[in-house]
């Protein structure tokens, strides 16, 4: 049996205790200070008061005031606090890991330097917990995988990454069950910017809803799937883009962690309902200040970080300006309040389409 310690006991990270607890092996879900009140809902009823399922009742649940006892002797620790908060997990990791432990992250996103360089969460995390890095091992989970649908064994498709083989091909007999269904790779950056950056399209497959309820369209017998598909076409497209230049396999874009994770986050979501907002007309700026106030954003966070991003490296001539045209569009429409006037001939290589002349015309 292998010890899991798990710090964050959000719906992911809560939800991954299944497979893990179905294989036979000890879970220890961790709340953040944040946390308070899901741990108090697991240990009076076990119920996560988020995903409205029971855990499993050998997953024991510990507050943050007892991380340091759930992570000592643990042979995995997972991450599974969300974006805004991988500073604060940087800080405590730094203090609470010990040598031969195996982190496993699950948080997505990216961080930009001054200059505009981009660096992957994993990588973060290494550089604030210090000398502590080089002395474990470091993993992450990606692809479409939805956390209510893990809590209640739906059949989901994903891959770990990382860059020690040995640790991946532990961690996925760990969690492998016959509907969590593991792949593996070593594209640790390819796998996490393609993760990262899905979260920044999914805003997009939002408009064409708010667009056809401005208009009073939504029951239309044709509605806005042509609109909807090229954005997203854009998007793969650009994914690709991202994960080249931040040192990846642009390959990786084409299955589980890029194109796959894309379609599932589109479905639906906090990003998407921004997106329906603003396809309505409202400005993002009302979107986040009143529509919205207080949900976190954190597809719309990654789009801020991204293209202030793309602006730097632009100014350092790393990045041609017509580079990434669909992310620096929605930039526009979260940082300015641009109105919906999608760029559509800086698309696709900036191919412009081509009219049809017909034979009188000639």
Same mark, same amino acid.
């Given at each position: 049996m292998t010890t899991i310690a798990v710090l964050g006991a959000g719906v992911m990270a809560s939800a991954l205790t299944n497979p893990a607890r179905d294989n036979g092996h000890e879970v220890r879900l961790i709340g953040t200070h944040l946390d308070d009140h899901i741990i108090d809902s697991i240990k009076a009823t076990r119920v996560h008061p988020v995903l409205k399922v029971a855990l499993d009742e050998n997953v024991q649940p510990y507050y943050f005031t007892e991380a340091a006892q759930?992570?000592?002797?643990?042979?995995? *620790?997972?991450?599974?606090v969300n974006s805004f908060g991988i500073d604060w997990a940087g800080e405590q990791l730094a203090r609470l890991l010990e040598p031969g432990q195996k982190v496993l992250v699950i948080t997505k996103g990216l961080q930009a330097d001054a200059d505009g360089t981009l660096? =992957? /969460?994993?990588? *973060? /995390?290494?550089?604030?917990?210090?000398? =502590?890095?080089?002395? *474990?091992?470091?993993?992450?989970?990606?692809?479409?995988?939805?956390?209510?649908? /893990?809590? #209640?064994?739906?059949?989901s498709c994903v891959v770990f990454a990382g860059e020690d083989r040995a640790s991946l091909d532990f961690l996925a007999e &760990? @969690?492998? $069950?016959?509907?969590?269904?593991?792949?593996?790779? $070593?594209?640790? #950056?390819?796998?996490? *910017?393609?993760?990262? $950056?899905?979260?920044?399209?999914?805003?997009?497959?939002?408009?064409?809803?708010?667009?056809l309820t401005a208009k009073g369209e939504l029951d239309a017998p044709y509605?806005?799937?042509?609109?909807?598909?090229? /954005?997203?076409?854009?998007?793969?497209?650009?994914?690709h883009q991202f994960i080249e230049l931040i040192g990846g396999d642009p390959k990786t874009a084409d299955g589980l962690g890029g194109v796959g994770d894309m379609f599932v986050t589109s479905m639906g979501g906090r990003n998407v309902k921004a997106g329906q907002y603003?396809?309505?007309? =409202?400005?993002?700026?009302? #979107?986040?200040g009143v529509h919205m106030k207080g949900i976190t954003l954190e597809g719309v966070a990654a789009i801020g970080v991204v293209g202030e991003a793309l602006e730097r490296l632009t100014e350092r001539g790393v990045i041609e300006p017509s580079d990434f045209p669909l992310v620096r569009f &929605? @930039?526009?429409?979260?940082?300015?309040?641009?109105?919906?006037?999608?760029?559509?001939?800086?698309?696709?290589g900036g191919l412009q389409p081509r009219r049809l002349v017909s034979a009188g015309q000639r």
């Open positions: 759930a992570v000592a002797g643990a042979d995995v *620790v997972m991450v599974g660096r =992957i /969460l994993p990588h *973060v /995390l290494q550089r604030a917990v210090g000398p =502590i890095a080089d002395r *474990v091992t470091w993993s992450a989970i990606v692809g479409p995988c939805i956390a209510g649908e /893990l809590a #209640v064994r739906r059949p &760990l @969690y492998g $069950t016959d509907y969590y269904h593991v792949w593996t790779s $070593t594209d640790f #950056v390819g796998h996490e *910017v393609g993760a990262a $950056t899905k979260n920044v399209f999914a805003f997009a497959q939002g408009f064409a809803h708010g667009i509605v806005m799937f042509n609109f909807s598909a090229a /954005l997203f076409a854009e998007g793969s497209r650009e994914i603003v396809g309505a007309g =409202i400005p993002f700026s009302e #979107v986040r &929605l @930039y526009d429409v979260v940082a300015h309040d641009a109105p919906i006037d999608v760029p559509w001939t800086r698309f696709f």
